[in-house]
T-cell receptor, first 110, second 115 residues
């Protein structure tokens, strides 16, 4: 089955670094995706990991450990516009559907 | 660059009515996905199509049906609408012929309100 856990809410300060963790118990996927979603808007792709390890993409990095069922998204140099929900989603399986976690609502404060 | 187009953007229907949502994927994308996002909920996968054939099915009610047409656009048909169907419906598309075949591009969504 699919069981994806993320913290419900997090607060961080502008300019700081924040790490959003995701644990999962799921099968049949070959990638772990992170999406950003502002309220009422479409999810936008941030990062994904197919292999274990760290993937860096500008201010965003994502880490995956398949054996531990664990991933995290690292956001550096936080900006106010980073206030949004961050969705962890195993995907990329045979049919590439995404199974979203409950999302972490990040509030960036001045 | 062209994005996923969804229409209408907003739709208000009464209970027991029908609704049709349309999705136009990014040109040359071969796969379309439908997701439903209720208020305060995460997006839930409904159904997907690859090359006009249904490729996967998630938690889609029997009252809903979908198809992908020869021009790759897709339609989600919803009948006997219930209040609980009120949600944002996202369409996403992807292509198996690009560097990252797993990345899905989401449309702006259709906000359906059932009264």
């Amino acid at each position: 089955g699919q069981n994806i856990d993320q913290p419900t809410e997090m607060t961080a300060t502008e300019g700081a670094i924040v790490q959003i963790n995701c644990t999962y118990q799921t099968s049949g996927f070959n990638g772990l995706f992170w999406y950003q979603q502002h309220a009422g808007e479409a999810p936008t792709f941030l990062s994904y990991n197919v292999l274990d390890g760290l993937e860096e993409k500008g201010r965003f990095s994502s880490f995956l450990s398949r054996s531990k069922g664990y991933s995290y998204l690292l956001l550096k140099e936080l900006q106010m516009k980073d206030s949004a929900s961050y969705l962890c989603a195993p995907g990329g399986g045979a049919t590439n559907k995404l199974i979203f976690g409950t999302g972490t609502l990040l509030a960036v404060q001045p | 660059a062209a994005g996923v187009i969804q229409s209408p953007r907003h739709l208000i229907k009464e209970k027991r009515e029908t609704a049709t949502l349309k999705c136009y994927p990014i040109p040359r994308h071969d796969t379309v996905y439908w997701y439903q996002q209720g208020p305060g909920q995460d997006p839930q996968f409904l159904i997907s199509f690859y090359e006009k054939m249904q490729s996967d099915k998630g938690s889609i009610p029997d009252r809903f049906s979908a198809q992908q047409f020869s021009d790759y656009h897709s339609e989600l048909n919803m009948s006997s609408l219930e209040l609980g169907d009120s949600a944002l419906y996202f369409c996403a598309s992807s292509s198996r012929l690009v560097k990252n075949p797993y990345e899905q591009y989401f449309g702006p969504g259709t906000r359906l309100t059932v009264t």
